[in-house]
């Protein structure tokens, strides 16, 4: 992001927040403070951040009336906003995101976590910057450069996977305990479609799919879990049975903030993708899943893909409560789940595969330091 500092604005009625977020920041950023939105608005008209903290309960103008005036600007539209707030359920937070917010921080909140998810959020804004760049770019290209325009084409499909991949980190590192699940649970997928290809099953349904947009969508199929509030992402073991029944809600919170995202977005076939990832990997063969119950073939296949590539690397992988279970032990556990929890056909696929399977683990050993995948 350069040595150039970047300005944040933190914007909360209580003073003392004021003070620890401005200590939080400021050795990284130069930092407004403000104690109300109507203030916040009228700054917005004589400066522009790189990025906005704010309060949501605050009196006279609270945190969602104060980004609906945000959003409702096209000079301040693009100004990506954090909530920093004590309400940590599940409707609030998706109220938020739906409004327009890139994230959702529960006080009192942790100081390096903070410092980098706001790293991480601006990040995503210079990308974004740079992929504007070049399709301007690309715009004025004529068709007698046909290289340069291969080459710029590559560029935007390098910089779109960038911010698939930060969107995705962003989870993990909202939960602490899932580190390297994406890129292991990607490389599993990107197997099973190798080998379904190469031994004809499904190909009839395989055969309408842009393979290369699949792999780079299954980042996204635990995006919903940026709407589960902390205290249960980051419990240091057991959920109980009601903590259990908020983080299902991953699925389709996950569903919802993609149908948000292609509210403004035209032929984005990943986020359709994307989509099917994150409600229906969770689904089971015999209809116990969640979240819909769905049963068998009713299961979209991408679904019933993922639900392997998922349970393998949480078996994988060390919990609180346990240590990771070895390679054969989780091939004999699918096994055993073959017509209960997953696809019959699949698991046939996957058992022909499986040393692949345990080669990308063992790769990618060493991104999976105490990491945990919480289903």
Known sequence: MGSERRTILLVDDDLTNLTVGRNALEEQYDVLTLNSGARLIKMLARSIPDLILLDVEMPEMNGYETIRAIKANPGTANIPVIFLTAKSDGESELEGLSLGAVDYITKPFSAPLLLKRIELHLLVESQKGELVQQKDELARL???????????????????????RTMAELVEWRDDITGGH????????????????????????MAKWDVKLVLQSAQLHDVGKIAI???ILNKPGRLTPEEFEEIKKHTTFGGKVIDKIKEGTSGQAFL??????????????????????????????????????????????DRPYKTAFTHADAVKIIMEGKGTHFDPVLVDLFLGVADEFDKTAERLKSAAVNTVTRD
């Open 182 to 205: 994406i890129e292991r649970t990607q490389g599993y997928l990107e197997t099973l479609l190798n080998a379904m290809g190469r031994q004809n099953v499904y190909m009839e349904e």
């Open 272 to 317: 359709d993708y994307a989509k099917i990832f994150a409600v229906t990997h969770h689904e089971k063969w015999d209809g116990t899943g969640y979240p819909g119950g769905l049963k068998g073939e009713d299961i979209p296949l991408l679904g019933r893909l993922m639900a392997i590539a998922d349970v393998y690397d949480a078996l994988r992988s």
């Open 229 to 231: 509030k902390d205290s």
């Open 142 to 164: 004529n068709t007698g450069l046909q290289g340069m325009v291969e080459a710029k084409t590559k560029t935007v499909v390098e910089l779109q996977d960038a911010l698939l």
